[in-house]
Nanobody, 127 residues
Framework: HVSLLESGGGLVQAGDSLRLSCSAS????????MAWFRQVPGKEREFLCA????????YYADSVKGRFTISRDGAKNTIFLEMNSLIREDTAVYYC????????????????????WGQGTQVTVSS
């Protein structure tokens, strides 16, 4: 069973940048589509961005487009989330997710498309 582990969260000030990492226990995710979501208490998990297995296609939510960048490393068993110009509303627990099958109907945005999830890392942005 593949496990995912996020890291890089923390407390930052508004306007700062932060880079999150998601490492997999096995290199098998090199063939997986991967995504980042976030969640705040009392709200549904929010899609942020996704990347296909080769890294040739990326998908972003409008709320983070232009500020956040998803990428994956050459070995493809780690994905990254580069976050710039952070604002208070970015405060949340950030999760990486993955699946060995392409999303049904190309729906990268639906959390139900992903079978594997990390435990999450807290990002807190102070003003």
């Amino acid at each position: 069973h593949v496990s995912l582990l996020e890291s890089g969260g923390g407390l930052v000030q508004a306007g700062d940048s932060l880079r999150l990492s998601c490492s997999a226990s096995e290199p098998t995710i090199s063939t997986w589509g991967m995504a980042w979501f976030r969640q705040v208490p009392g709200k549904e998990r929010e899609f942020l961005c996704a990347i296909n297995w080769s890294g040739s296609r990326t998908y972003y939510a409008d709320s983070v487009k232009g500020r956040f960048t998803i990428s994956r490393d050459g070995a493809k068993n780690t994905i990254f989330l580069e976050m710039n110009s952070l604002i208070r509303e970015d405060t949340a627990v950030y999760y990486c997710a993955g699946d060995d099958l392409p999303p049904v109907g190309g729906d990268w945005y639906n959390p139900k498309q992903y079978d594997y999830w990390g435990q999450g890392t807290q990002v807190t942005v102070s003003s």
